[in-house]
């Protein structure tokens, strides 16, 4: 699987796992280490469960297939 990278709230990250629910899309993905975010961070890597509707695809990011 071709490693697609997003932003949302609190950061930049990259998809690592997605799956269909019941009628949305849920996605696992992992912070990029940088400089820490408002909210803070919990760990030097964290993976966090985000939805379709909460996350952006960068412009030059092909969507994985």
Same mark, same amino acid.
């Given at each position: 699987? $071709?490693? +697609?990278?997003?932003?949302? !709230?609190?950061?930049?990250?990259? &998809?690592? $796992?997605? /799956?269909?629910? /019941?009628?949305?899309?849920?996605?696992? !993905?992992?912070?990029? !280490?940088?400089?820490?975010?408002?909210?803070?961070? &919990?760990?030097?890597? +964290?993976? &966090?469960?985000?939805?379709?509707?909460?996350?952006?695809?960068? $412009?030059?990011?092909?969507?994985?297939?």
């Amino acid at each position: 699987m $071709q490693r +697609t990278k997003v932003e949302f !709230i609190g950061g930049l990250g990259t &998809i690592i $796992q997605y /799956s269909p629910n /019941s009628g949305y899309w849920s996605y696992l !993905i992992e912070m990029e !280490i940088g400089s820490e975010p408002e909210m803070g961070r &919990i760990g030097y890597e +964290t993976l &966090i469960l985000l939805f379709e509707t909460d996350i952006i695809l960068l $412009q030059d990011e092909p969507l994985a297939a």
